[in-house]
């Protein structure tokens, strides 16, 4: 049975940093790309970062530079580090998995609550 669990998610001022994790079980984690996405009140769920399983990265325009993802084959388990985050960075972010960035094999998650205000 597939399971991603986002955790890391709070509370943090303009300008900081949080650090996300995503730990995934019940499918050979290795062969394929995972994402993150996020969803924000009242918006439709977007794809944020991506990275293959080759460890190659890309990222939403409006995060590139301040975000960056990484995977830890051995763990199970990707990462979102968010630096110099914005009010406009507040959502619900999401984990998931497919053979491409852009696709998303597994069911959603409760996600990690990200919200930067001061």
């Known amino acids: 049975q597939v399971q991603l669990v986002e955790s890391g998610g709070g509370l943090v001022q303009p300008g900081g940093s949080l650090r996300l994790s995503c730990a995934a079980s019940g499918f050979t984690f290795s062969s394929y790309a995972m994402s993150w996405y996020r969803q924000a009140p009242g918006k439709q769920r977007e794809l944020v970062a991506g990275?293959?399983?080759?460890?190659?990265?890309n990222y939403k325009d409006s995060v590139k530079g301040r975000f960056t993802t990484s995977r830890d084959n051995a763990r199970n388990t990707v990462y979102l580090q968010m630096n110099s985050l914005k009010p406009e960075d507040t959502a619900v972010y999401y984990c998931?998995?497919?053979?491409?960035?852009?696709?998303?094999?597994?069911?959603w998650g409760q996600g990690t609550q990200v919200t930067v205000s001061s």
């Open positions: 998931n998995f497919g053979t491409r960035v852009e696709l998303a094999f597994g069911s």
């Open positions: 990275i293959t399983a080759k460890g190659m990265t």
